[in-house]
């Protein structure tokens, strides 16, 4: 019998070798877990892309026996020319993902193309020659839960644009899942010293994953699960994939080890904060449930986290949210460069 | 040559002897100050009732030469039926001022009287025999700052409606006034073992004073005033007026000794903090300059602080605050206690 624990993973798998790719490495690399296979969707980059490196990275890690199903391309509602106007009323955003021209500080954004979603540049990794597998990853999420009713988890790092789309797919999507664990959020940061805090310093409740389609955040959320965790922003500010990290798993002769010492950067570790958190629980120091929901107005606040002590909601269907608010970073760096360099 | 600071307070005073008067009576304690006059506005109770524990805490203090004006009784725009149909999309608010019939607990608020607005209670300090002097505050406030120009502090510690109606009045109000020192708003305040705290945990950007009247905090934040100064709930968290504090006040033997002492309430100390950093500005221990705005849209986010790094906002009239976030408490204390006490 296999007694392995079944996850999906859905993911905007920007790469190369960024946060988002290595979460996923970790998964697949973590005994005992069965990956049933890796949704693709548009966020930090467009889907297209983020596919191409995904197969490419598989290939590279000798995985490609783990199946990978193409996502939705944009938004529910959400678009570059509406979030343009926002920043006009509203002021600049630190960051866009796929709609990033201009980083924050007026640099032009290498290899930006946020008007051509189906453009795939040429990868720096190299071209896959695999293909990902037939049907979208909502109907390929939606036949996993019913093959296996409540045994799997779905792992969300990107924006939640296919979890939407398998919910309205299927009534009983989110209820036939095991549960719903996700990176995105924020809700009160510690500042960091690095510059990527700068982004929470005025806005501590916008974080990019909801932000890029605050519609699916809040019909996901709002879904019957048996159970939901939170990794928001605040489990992760305190983490760095380092230089150090980054040389380690160069050194580890792994298939994947040249490839993640060529192209890491040093990130806040945010998607392996929630894979570590995921595969080892009593990696949290603090959590907190309460209810959870992301505001769709079109304001200030638009896809920032809305939240209330249970109980104390508007009662439109709020959930109750397992949030991991703080984690013991150094274990969970072990527990990352275990698994990234295959000891 | 009378080279005393003028200051005009703006106050919802709602007393007795909570945070709003023994503000007051501190900057009427303190030397070199010369209060032109007391402007009271509705906030966390009504106009008229606050104007009646202002004129009678002033008889006990022996201060009846100072004048006090009668301001706005409704905020501009913002109503009890609005704020109750929010509630219903948003989720209960921790404090609603004198439209607050019940505690976030759910006892009932003794001596409310939400849709009474006239409505004066007897006062448990004794009823004043003095009277509001004439005119309003908001045309007290113009006179003032145009018979010295430059050289007025308005000094707000209430919602900004007779502000704003000052602004709109005349044109060069706020360019005529020395300066804007207010206490409002919040931006991320350290969580209290207080149970006032309890209010910005889900909700870190939204306090009251901006939050009863959204739209003139906006209209008097954009205005042209010389310098402006903020002390939000982030520099006043860590500070509690206790039951210690409290019976020294008593025993200190000054005319208003007695009433502090019966009628002191264990709050933060919200407005003395304000009192205290406008009298000794070396008491902020981190401050910081940006650009603020207060959101306006009828959402979730109704009435919470924007903020962005000077010159990053979008432009819309959004000024450069000096935003004090964090004090000195044991020093504040001390200046505290030496102004109500006397000493």
């Given at each position: 019998m296999n007694t392995k624990r079944k996850i999906i993973i859905d993911q905007d798998a920007h790469g190369p070798a960024s946060t988002n790719l290595q979460s996923i490495l970790m998964l697949l690399q973590?005994?005992?877990?069965?990956?049933?296979g890796i949704c693709v969707v548009s966020g930090d980059g467009w889907c297209d892309e983020n596919l191409a490196h995904t197969l490419r990275f598989l290939e590279i890690a000798g995985r490609t026996d783990v199946p990978v199903f193409r996502g939705a391309m944009f938004p529910l509602l959400n678009s570059q020319r509406r979030m343009l106007q926002w920043e006009g009323l509203h002021g600049q955003l630190f960051w866009k993902g796929a709609w990033t021209e201009r980083f924050y500080d007026g640099r032009p954004r290498p290899g930006a193309h946020p008007s051509q979603p189906r453009f795939v540049p040429e990868l720096a990794e190299g071209t896959p020659t695999t293909l990902p597998a037939p049907g979208s990853a909502a109907e390929f999420m939606v036949r996993s839960v019913r093959a296996h009713p409540g045994e799997v988890s779905i792992w969300a790092a990107g924006p939640m644009t296919n979890l939407a789309l398998a919910a309205r797919l299927d009534p009983e999507f989110a209820s036939l899942a095991g549960e719903l664990f996700f990176m995105g959020g924020s809700f009160n940061p510690v500042p960091a010293d690095n510059h990527f805090a700068q982004e929470y310093?005025?806005?501590?409740?916008?974080?990019f994953n909801l932000r890029w389609d605050p519609e699916a955040a809040s019909l996901v959320l709002k879904e019957d699960w048996r159970r939901i965790t939170q990794i928001p922003v605040d489990a992760t500010t305190r983490t760095l994939w380092s230089a150090a990290h980054q040389s380690a798993a160069a050194a580890a002769g792994m298939p994947w080890s040249d490839y993640l010492g060529r192209f890491g950067r040093e990130l806040p570790m945010w998607d392996e904060v929630a894979a570590a958190l995921w595969l080892?629980?009593?990696?949290?120091?603090r959590r907190e449930t309460m209810a959870v929901d992301v505001d769709t107005?079109?304001?200030?606040?638009?896809?920032a986290i809305l939240s209330w002590p249970v109980g104390r909601?508007?009662?439109?269907?709020e959930q109750a949210v397992d949030v991991?608010?703080?984690?013991d970073v150094p274990r969970m760096e072990r527990l990352a460069l275990e698994l990234l360099c295959g000891r």
């Open positions: 973590a005994p005992d877990v069965e990956v049933l310093r005025h806005n501590p409740r916008q974080e080892d629980p009593s990696l949290a120091t107005a079109f304001t200030a606040n638009y896809g909601g508007p009662g439109l269907g991991v608010l703080d984690i």
